[in-house]
């Protein structure tokens, strides 16, 4: 029973440490993560198995998983500082559509043809027909969709309420 | 790989399956509800630990007991967490305001290592175009971004679209000038300098 003791240990101190280095570093949602961050998450996962199973020593792993965590964090200090680093290692925005119009040399360079473009459309709830209403469709890092509507096909808003009613009101 | 093993092989594929599914309810929603970044990284170690019951590389013994220990530091941590709200600020970190009033909080910002780009991102994802909507745009614990809008800005409600004299003088909301012209441009949105 007592052979198991290092296991437990180990767990607890690559889980500990874990916990203090992603805290340490900010890092927070998946849901916001880049490729880069997935990269990273299999890579760290695989120093951990080779901790846990003792292949090597805690002392490597401490060193190797810090590094790691370093490098990640220094690129996204400098890329959050200039906005010229930050396009070249996350890639832009990609606008897919823009003013109703679908920009093909984006879609060609993101290899996305029209089938894809208007999956990605109604994962936004618009249909293909309806792609006059569509203001900008711009691809974020996380591969999801953000769409921002045509003026007059954006949801009303309160005060476009209140000019209603002070139009109405000023005629009666 | 001779049948025996192979049988062997799936039996504790089976029995890893089964061991987990309980533990994870066990630990319940909350505790693996927010899957953060450190989430992840806790199921690719169970995941690790896992590979190595299913194929037999370490007693089946001492591949539960990691899993156990896995999970009950998990658990100690949630429960940690919820105790003290101090320990959900070291553990799980605060909100952090990244735009008040239509302002960029570059300090904020600056601390949670995020630049404009990111932001402006974020308040796309949010269906928000431009920042003099935005009263407020949140950064929260699990990292999403939350968007509240300013009064003038919010949704048609009922009580707007509704036909009812009496109301109309009460329900004038106050304080809110509509926007000046908006001009949406969509270079703003896209978070370049205007």
Known sequence: MLELLPLVVRILVAYFYLLAIVRLSGKQSVSQATPVDFVISVVLGDLIDDLLWSEVAVSQFIVGVGTLVLVDVAILIMTSRSARLFLLFNGGFPVLVRDGAPQYETMKQQQLNDADLEHLLRTKGVEPENIAAIHLATLEQDGHLSLLKAREARDAQHHDADAAKRLRRKRT | ?194
């Open chain 2, 1 to 194: 790989m001779d049948p025996q093993e192979l049988l062997m092989t799936a039996l504790r594929g089976l029995a890893v399956y089964v061991f987990v599914l309980v533990v994870i309810r066990v630990l319940g929603k909350r505790t693996v509800g927010n899957f953060t970044a450190f989430d992840l990284l806790v199921a690719l170690m169970l995941g690790e630990v896992v590979d190595e019951i299913i194929y037999g590389d370490v007693p089946f013994v001492q591949g539960m007991l990691a899993i156990v220990v896995i999970a009950g530091a998990k658990y100690a941590t949630s429960w940690l967490s919820y105790s003290s709200p101090k320990m959900t600020k070291i553990l799980e970190g605060t909100p952090t305001e990244l735009v008040v009033d239509g302002e960029f909080q570059r300090k904020n910002m600056r601390s949670e290592t995020m630049n404009e780009l990111d932001v402006m991102s974020a308040l796309r994802m949010k269906e928000v175009e431009d920042l003099r909507e935005v009263k407020l745009a949140i950064l929260e614990v699990d990292g999403t971004v939350s968007v509240i809008r300013q009064p003038w800005a919010d949704p048609l409600q009922k009580s707007d679209v509704l036909r009812s004299e009496k109301k109309q003088e009460e329900k004038q909301v106050d304080g809110e000038d509509p926007p000046p012209s908006k001009k949406t441009d969509s270079d703003r949105a896209l978070g370049k300098a205007v």
